[in-house]
């Protein structure tokens, strides 16, 4: 996942077969998923460890064996719990892929589904024996990351299928949309706050300036954006600025006083203290452990 955007732009798998496949480890103390949103949508198995995902404006508490789904548009992220490792695999799809006018069965039972009147529930923890079924078959699926194999779309397909036959046998679906008007309107104004943030975050931003861009007073603002972010305004700029810094001292030809200014730090000390607050290491010990995996 592309550090530097947080509406995703980047293609996941192929016009052909729209889905892609991830795994992801996160060491205690790590970032463990940016705010982010995406037309496709996504199920969320955690493997290891735990963390508090959020989709929306609701937060879940997910460990080991937990599963989410995360429809298309949905502005969500993840946070460690009690500083603890986490490990979790995604499978991001376009629903449509699943439909087609051919197939009776399927577009009855699925199109309520793309078309978002009747969505999964988000949390497969809350349907008893949903959660367990459903990391049976998200296992084989992630397995397919980086597999060579000519079958490779039909079991990713069949593999979908298998999910959402899960959650038909059980009717464990909610009403679509699954947000009332006033969370929808909150979450468009914080996604025009964060895309602006990425477009401006070389230069100096003030929370006056970021309320403004979401139509809100300044107090109000505050308070929405650290109820979802976990963060206030000022703590999430820094931090997507060191997390940007760290995405640059992956290069062999930038050092680390051009990477601070180039996200905006003018002040040297203040950006090593914060880039070491986020990945607990100095600048300098970063570039020389992630570049030594290159």
């Known amino acids: 996942m592309d550090k530097r955007h947080l509406r995703e732009d980047r293609r996941h798998g192929s016009p052909e077969v729209p889905v892609g496949v991830y795994r992801m480890a996160r060491a205690a103390g790590e970032p463990i998923l940016d705010a982010h949103w995406h037309e496709e949508a996504e199920f969320l198995a955690v493997e290891s460890g735990e963390a508090v995902f959020q989709i929306g404006l609701t937060a879940y508490h997910a460990a080991a064996g937990d599963v989410l789904y995360i429809p298309g548009g949905e502005l969500h992220g993840g946070y460690a719990r009690g500083g603890a490792a986490c490990s979790y695999g995604a499978v991001v799809f376009r629903p449509d892929w699943l439909t087609s006018p051919g197939d009776?069965?399927?577009?009855?039972l699925l199109e309520p589904i793309r078309a978002g009147r009747g969505l999964p529930v988000p949390f497969a923890g809350a349907v008893p024996g949903l959660a367990p079924a459903l990391f049976r078959h998200l296992g084989p699926l992630l397995d397919l990351e980086h597999a060579d194999d000519p079958a490779k779309p039909l079991r990713l397909k069949g593999g979908l299928y298998q999910l959402f036959a899960e959650y038909v046998s059980r009717a464990a679906f909610v009403e679509g949309p699954s947000?009332?008007?006033?969370?929808?309107?909150t979450q468009e104004r914080l996604k025009a706050v964060l895309t602006y943030v990425d477009a401006h975050y070389a230069r100096k931003l003030t929370v006056r300036e970021l309320a403004a861009e979401a139509g809100m007073s300044e107090g109000h603002f505050s308070r929405v954006f650290k109820s979802f972010m976990r963060q206030t305004p000022v703590e999430y700029v820094n931090a997507l600025r060191i997390r940007i810094a760290a995405s640059l001292l992956e290069d062999r030809n930038m050092?680390?006083?051009?990477?601070a200014l180039e996200v905006g730090f003018d002040n040297f000390s203040y950006f090593c203290n914060r880039f070491r607050a986020v990945f607990r290491c100095t600048p300098s010990e970063y570039r020389h452990r992630e570049r030594g995996r290159a």
């Open 179 to 185: 947000r009332s008007p006033l969370d929808a309107q």
């Open 104 to 108: 009776g069965a399927a577009q009855r």
């Open 255 to 259: 050092s680390v006083s051009e990477a």
